[in-house]
């Protein structure tokens, strides 16, 4: 089977799952993607990661700094993020645009007054409201990169408050975060189909 026709069969796989924002522009894209590297094989672990991302980047308006959702199943984002300042107010934004309405975050509240700007080490105090619920998460400042660790304390408080789903991600095995809200069942029939093992963890 040539690349191509495994990307469609890769996108199909990911409709049956449910997922059925993966669009043809994702595919269209990807498919692109296979004629600028030039690649002869690729594992459909990895057609699958990026026909991921590009279904749920969203569209982030550099002008503006507004980010505007393209997916309800999915959230994608490149830990290396361009707007430092709101890394984790964008990132909650991604978590709430897939969690179809079960919880709420709000008032998300970057202190980055723990931060040397100069070496970007530090820590970075994210408040935010969950469900109306004061939380804090203090976050380890390194320049331009998201602290990953924050998906464990999202777990924990959806945990507290007896919540059957959990954020589940993976890593396209660069800088790609893909996530996705569910429960411990679904994500071990995404990561029979697909190959790509999803982690309630970032341990």
Same mark, same amino acid.
């Given at each position: 089977m040539n690349n191509k026709m495994n990307v469609d069969k890769q996108a199909e796989i990911l409709k049956e799952l449910g997922l059925s924002d993966i669009s043809e522009d994702a595919v269209v894209s990807? /498919?692109?993607m296979l004629e600028y590297r030039s690649l002869e094989v690729v594992e459909a672990s990895e057609l699958i990661a990026v026909l991921l991302m590009y279904s749920a980047r969203g569209d982030y308006d550099y002008a503006t700094g507004v980010w505007t959702p393209i997916s309800s199943h999915v959230y994608s984002f490149d830990v290396e993020v361009f707007d430092i300042e709101n890394m984790y107010s964008l990132f909650f934004q991604g978590i709430m645009s897939i969690n179809n309405s079960e919880f709420a975050i709000?008032?998300?509240?970057?202190?980055?007054s723990g931060v040397n700007q100069e070496t970007g080490q530090g820590e970075r /105090?994210?408040?935010?409201?969950?469900?109306?619920?004061?939380?804090l998460f203090i976050a380890n400042g390194n320049f331009d990169w998201f602290d990953v660790k924050v998906i464990d304390f999202v777990n924990d408080i959806l945990a507290q408050n007896g919540n059957q789903k959990k954020l589940y991600g993976f890593s396209d095995g660069y800088q790609e975060c893909i996530i996705f809200y569910c429960t411990e069942e679904w994500a071990r029939e995404f990561t029979a189909?697909?190959?790509c093992v999803l982690a309630p963890s970032t341990n």
């Open positions: 990807t /498919k692109r709000s008032n998300v509240v970057e202190d980055m /105090k994210v408040s935010f409201l969950y469900n109306g619920l004061t939380q189909k697909t190959g």
